[in-house]
């Protein structure tokens, strides 16, 4: 059975740095994304990872500050958080997808990805 468990989350303040990771268990996948949501707000695209060819796209909002990796032993997907601000504050989740895109761009919006975490909670505050 395919399973996204996320970790990483924590409390920071402002200018610190989190890593967060999202061990996939039962399949590998195509590509891989994360997300975040605020209290009160929609759903945001953050970033997302082509297994292939670790082709990487990024939310305007945090391009410069926050990078996507992957580990293809150990089926893991990794968040690097720099330079986080308050407006980071979220419940983070994890997505996957099985669907193969030639444009980056489709890996922007949710509909693609069939799995999801539980996420996991990220606050920056002073």
């Known amino acids: 059975q395919e399973q996204l468990v996320e970790s990483g989350g924590g409390l920071v303040q402002p200018g610190d740095s989190l890593r967060l990771s999202c061990a996939a268990a039962?399949?590998?996948?195509?590509?891989m994304a994360w997300f975040r949501q605020a209290p009160g707000k929609k759903r945001e695209f953050v970033g997302a990872?082509?297994?292939?060819?670790?082709?990487?796209t990024y939310g305007d909002s945090v391009v410069g500050r926050f990078t996507i990796s992957r580990d293809n032993a150990k089926n893991t997907l990794y968040l690097q958080m720099n330079s986080l601000k308050p407006e980071d504050t979220a419940v983070y989740y994890c997505?996957?997808?099985?669907?193969?895109?030639?444009?980056?761009?489709?890996?922007?919006?949710?509909?693609?990805?069939?799995?999801w975490g539980q996420g996991t909670q990220v606050t920056v505050s002073a």
């Open positions: 997505a996957a997808t099985s669907i193969t895109y030639i444009s980056m761009n489709y890996y922007t919006s949710h509909v693609p990805y069939a799995y």
């Open positions: 039962g399949r590998t996948f195509s590509a």
């Open positions: 990872i082509r297994w292939t060819d670790s082709s990487t």
